[in-house]
């Protein structure tokens, strides 16, 4: 497990656009600086968008931008092989729902686990951020679609909830604040909780948890009180389970 654990990297970006600039030009640097020179190969997963020949194209001229070839899934005869030939997997976000269910139906969870396992890089953005922690149950979508299961690739130890907001003390809104739902994920759940505000990224690699980007991170954890975390800060001992100490 050390050694899997060591050889894992994995980028995951709370939201593919931030206020003010366009589409993952806030994660840019992040993203070269995490995948090198030496990538050759981006593939993406469209799925969690209805117009994936649309979304595709919006990811393909981005990335090119960066200095990286991009291909789509949905466009490959064979996506399991597809996966297992690229350098890089990136999955979008949209409708977390209707993403995994999309991974489910093309029988990609294993193979990604896989390829992840043995050093491919995943880099995932809202809805490809969720799908990276243990389930789908923190995710603040609308369930469009019915996956087979919640379960999903389970690439890090604990959840992800991009976008995460504050509650505001001047709003007259009565319904529920994030934090409140992720509070109640803990009521019936043990897994830890990332809320990732906009503008955050974490990074796994060489076996460490690292905070990202230009904002902070709320970690929830059952039992205990929130914790504010900044950009630099190492995560990893947030998520330790007792099964692991």
Do not use: C, W
Not at 2 to 31: C, F, M, P, Q, W
């Amino acid at each position: 497990m050390a050694s899997e654990e060591n050889t894992k990297r994995v980028l995951l970006i709370s939201n593919s656009t931030l206020y003010g600039s366009g589409y993952l030009d806030h994660a840019a640097a992040e993203i070269r600086d995490f995948l090198g020179a030496t990538t050759q190969k981006v593939l993406f997963v469209p799925y969690a968008l209805h117009d994936r020949d649309a979304y595709a194209a919006t990811a393909s001229e981005r990335f090119h931008r960066m200095g990286y070839e991009l291909t789509s899934v949905h466009r490959a005869s064979d996506p399991k092989q597809a996966i297992r030939k690229t350098d890089v997997a990136f999955i979008g976000g949209g409708n977390t729902f209707r993403l995994l269910k999309a991974l489910y139906d093309f029988n990609l969870l294993d193979v990604i686990r896989e390829r992840v396992a043995q050093g491919m890089p995943y880099v995932g953005s809202s809805a490809g951020s969720n799908v990276a922690g243990p389930t789908i149950k923190t995710t603040k979508d609308m369930p469009i679609v019915q996956p087979t299961s919640f379960d999903a690739l389970g690439l890090v130890p604990f959840q992800i909830s991009p976008h995460f907001q504050d509650p505001d003390p001047n709003s007259r809104h009565m319904g529920e604040t994030q934090e409140e739902r992720i509070l109640q994920f803990l009521e019936e759940n043990d897994t830890p909780v990332a809320g990732l505000r906009e503008g955050a990224m974490v990074r796994v690699e060489n076996g460490a948890t690292i905070l990202k980007g230009s904002s902070g991170a709320r970690i929830f954890r059952k039992g205990l009180e929130a914790v504010e975390t900044t950009p630099g800060q190492r995560l990893d001992s947030f998520f330790v389970t007792k099964s692991m100490e």
